[in-house]
């Protein structure tokens, strides 16, 4: 049986990232990934550049049980630590909208950066050994020592750190493997569920679905949630930006409010009234929103003929339903479309300041299995990084 100083399961984001931490601090690190390749989730991000961190990170940018638990890792390693690193690689970037960061060129880079960070280890007298399609068998913990049984073969450490990600994307290799784990060693799980997800809808507003392909810039709203960013409706409901990012805060039953016209004035229909009483609903709209959204929403807005034989009080109706147009879809795709998993294991259970388990010494959790998730657009990945550098850290000076 191999003898490790930690063992890391999961050669994603976080993964491999701990295991860089640890082992340029002079530890003797195992990365164990089921996949035949390593970053598999970072190669497919963000359209094949990897949104690999965003500007505006900061905690209140996170959903989690305990939304005070991200505080520690993220003020300790920021977005601009991990642009250093990136920069200090050569990796050419660009800001593309709202503080998210990309790759000029290939995500192949960030995973080549992370890697070559793992073979500096052997300079600082620690190792970094990334073993790829390891099928894990069983995890035991006996006097003091992780044994993890694999059918790559069977190794053994004081630390095991759990890295290996939530249920999103199970084309990918996605699992509840973390949850699973985690309950084995008595750590409570907050129930996970699909997020920065498409919802879907039916009923009454199926007819929304004859508009896919359509987009336009809307303010979406669940709850206390609103963001200002593009919706896109498809062949089974909505999608887009500002869809996936309050679909984190959607639970069944709950409703979607959507604002067509964000920059409109109050009053907007009543000055169009004035201005040209022989326009229609149909072509004001037609003029801010695109053709068929424009068509659709006029239809069911119903309010037919010449704005100027239309009440005053039907138009501001009209005004106040464009700007809270209420949607109730009746799902969502599912971890299938996710891009990542809300819930995981509770960070109640761990240190915020090491990631280690408060019962099991030597258990660590990381990235997207701990009951942490960032908005869309980079959050995620900066997660990944500063809870892996918390707990990379830990290692070495445990």
Known sequence: MQT???????????????????????????????????????????GGRCNFTNLGTAPDRYLSANPHFAKSALSRYTARDFLALVEAHGIAWHEKTLGQLFCDGSARQI???????CAKAEAAGGAVEVCCGAEIAEVSHDGGRYRVMTSSGSFSAPALVIATGGPSIPKMGASDFAYRLARQFGLKVVEPRPALVPLTLGGEDVLFRELSGVSADVVARCGKAAFREAALFT???????????????????DEIGIDFLPDAAEGWLLEAKRAHPRGTVRSVLGDALPDRLAATLAERIALDGDLGNVPDKALRTAEARLADWRFRPNGSEGFAKAEVTIGGIATAELSSKTMEARRVPGLY?????VDVTGWLGGYNFQWAWASAVAAGTALAEG
């Open 235 to 253: 062949h089974r409901g909505l999608s887009g930006p500002a869809i996936l990012q309050v679909s984190s805060s959607w639970r069944p039953g």
């Open 4 to 46: 490790h100083d930690a063992i890391v399961l999961g050669g994603g984001a976080a993964g491999l990232m701990c295991a860089a931490v640890a082992g340029q601090r002079g530890r003797r690190v195992l990365v164990l990934e089921r996949a035949a390749e390593v970053g598999k989730k970072i190669l497919i991000s963000g």
């Open 365 to 369: 959790a990381i990235g997207e299995a």
């Open 111 to 117: 995973v080549a950066m992370l890697l070559a960070e």
